[in-house]
């Protein structure tokens, strides 16, 4: 027993003698900041030795198995898809009036009479003989559609000559129609403006230039409504403050009557500040044509500016022109790009001929009748003067403007609140007063931030007694429902 104590402490004397020695060797010893270090090989050594065993390790994985019916019905029963479409709110279950005959500036709802502020039928067309005599005759020798493209077979010489009427009657070198009016913003913006190019725009712009800027991709900056202060500033910025600027294709675009305000846009300053800062101007004239200027020939002539002054124009036949679908004017390389770039010119079922019948025989009831827009003016007059006082409300539209917006003098402090009051003043006069009124509700995609109002789209066909029924029906029922305001 001595024996193998004795043997093991001989053993450990000499691996205590080897350590020492290992690290009191000159190799085995380092500096640290001032400090002596002995043994650092021995320590890195050791180190490098527990890495590598380390890495020939194998991750865990967890043992294969299927899994069980049992644990398979559990999973499916815990599972909870992501919604196709956003929840349901109380204001998204709300279902307009139904129209039950032509929406004139007399219609009928509900089996009743109602005198009609929703349709932006601003000349009286909607249902003058004239139109439905060509439509009848369009219907007879074409049919109703043309079941094909523009330019797969579906051009037809109704369409040339509505589009050479266009041009004809705003000054311009040519025209491309489009088969619905909204689809023009959606494809007249992406097909100019691309990745890169920047976009100056109107924070008030309706919803259908918002979609074609987005689709465009384009960097969008926008300046606050009507200001051409705060537009001249982000111009000035824009091109001062990159580089890279002079490179960019630039443009400005505006509404030349915001349906969310009334507004009437400036287009003579707007101009002005295209030809310093050299950016093009894209122009929505689609609640302006068949109104404003001396001709209805719309916003260039009315702030007489020549209409080559503006790069591109639009609009949508389905106001002043009572027909549908929409154009785009200008020069003749600006329509020509568009019938090889425009997705909806060039995607899109042509037109149906019957409607751009009716859209040339509506600019010649135009031409041939300029006391219509005299007397749209005046009823414009009668309307906001008899509208001024009422309690509660304040017109923030322009004088001239055919869209008379009637917003809320004191808010409730939010959208959603104001929308309510106003719905409920809209609804009163309906049932109370048989006056069909809209509120300028939005859409969850809709980014304007504009106020909500109360949209009245004035008609010359209106008579002055509906007129002053209207005005008094509106004080009669914001006494009501605001008094608890």
């Known amino acids: 027993m001595d024996t193998m104590f004795s043997a093991f402490e001989t053993m450990v004397k000499s691996v205590s003698d080897w350590v020492t020695l290992a690290f009191d060797r000159p190799s085995a010893r380092a500096i640290v900041f001032g400090v002596p270090i002995k043994g650092h090989l021995l320590v890195e050594g050791l180190l490098f030795v527990v890495i ?31 919604p196709l479409i956003p929840s349901i709110t109380e204001e998204m279950k709300y279902e307009p009036p139904v129209l039950e005959s032509a929406a004139g500036p007399h219609t009928v709802i509900n089996g009743k009479d109602v005198v009609n502020f929703t349709s932006a039928d601003y000349l009286g067309l909607l249902g003058h003989d004239k ?11 074409y049919g109703v559609g043309s079941c094909g493209p523009r330019g797969f077979y579906g051009t037809i010489d109704v369409h040339l000559d509505c589009e050479a009427r266009i041009a ?16 023009t913003m959606f494809s007249t913006i992406p097909a100019f403006c691309k990745k890169g190019d920047v976009v100056v725009v109107d924070e008030g712009v309706h919803w259908g230039i918002q979609n074609g800027l987005h689709l465009s991709r384009s960097t969008i900056i926008y300046f606050k409504h009507n ?37 009437i846009a400036p287009l003579d300053e707007i101009v002005k500040l295209r030809e310093k800062y050299r950016f093009r101007v894209i122009l929505d004239e689609s609640n302006s044509i ?15 500016v020549p209409i080559e002054n503006v790069d591109i124009v639009t609009a949508a036949m389905g106001h002043a022109l009572a ?16 019938r090889l770039s425009s997705s909806g010119y060039v995607f899109s079922a042509s037109l149906p001929p019957y409607l751009a019948s009716a859209a040339i025989t509506a600019i010649d009831v135009l031409e041939g009748n300029p006391n219509l827009i005299t007397k749209l003016k005046e009823n414009i007059a009668t309307l906001r003067k008899g509208l001024l006082d009422v309690q509660g409300l304040e ?23 104001d929308l309510q009051v106003l719905q409920d003043i809209g609804d009163y006069l309906l049932k109370e007063h048989s006056i069909f009124v809209a509120t300028s509700k939005r859409s969850t995609v809709d980014k304007c931030k504009l106020p909500a109002g109360i949209r009245l789209y004035i008609s010359a066909a209106h008579t002055k007694t509906d007129l002053e029924k209207a005005c008094e029906s509106f004080k009669k029922a914001t006494a009501v429902v605001l ?3």
């Open 52 to 82: 590598l065993f380390l890495l020939s390790q194998k991750s865990y994985k967890p043992p294969k198995r299927p899994l069980t019916k049992k644990e398979v019905d559990e999973l499916c029963d815990e599972w909870v898809p992501e």
């Open 131 to 141: 139109l439905q005599e060509s439509c009848t005759k369009a219907l007879e020798k």
């Open 168 to 183: 004809k009657f705003l000054g311009t070198s040519d025209s491309i129609l489009y088969s619905y009016g909204l689809s």
């Open 227 to 263: 200001d051409m202060e705060s537009l001249q500033s982000i111009l000035e910025n824009v091109t001062h403050a990159n580089k890279r600027t002079k490179k960019l294709r630039r443009y400005i675009v505006v509404e030349a009557v915001y349906q969310n305000s009334g507004q």
């Open 290 to 304: 068949g109104v404003l200027g001396s001709s209805g020939r719309g916003l260039t002539e009315h702030c007489k």
């Open 323 to 338: 027909t549908e679908g929409g154009f785009c004017t200008g020069s003749a390389r600006v329509i020509d790009h568009q």
């Open 395 to 417: 017109i923030v539209s322009d004088p001239e403007s055919p869209i008379v917006f009637l917003t809320l003098k004191k808010s409730t402090g939010s959208i959603k609140g």
């Open 483 to 485: 008094a608890d305001q």
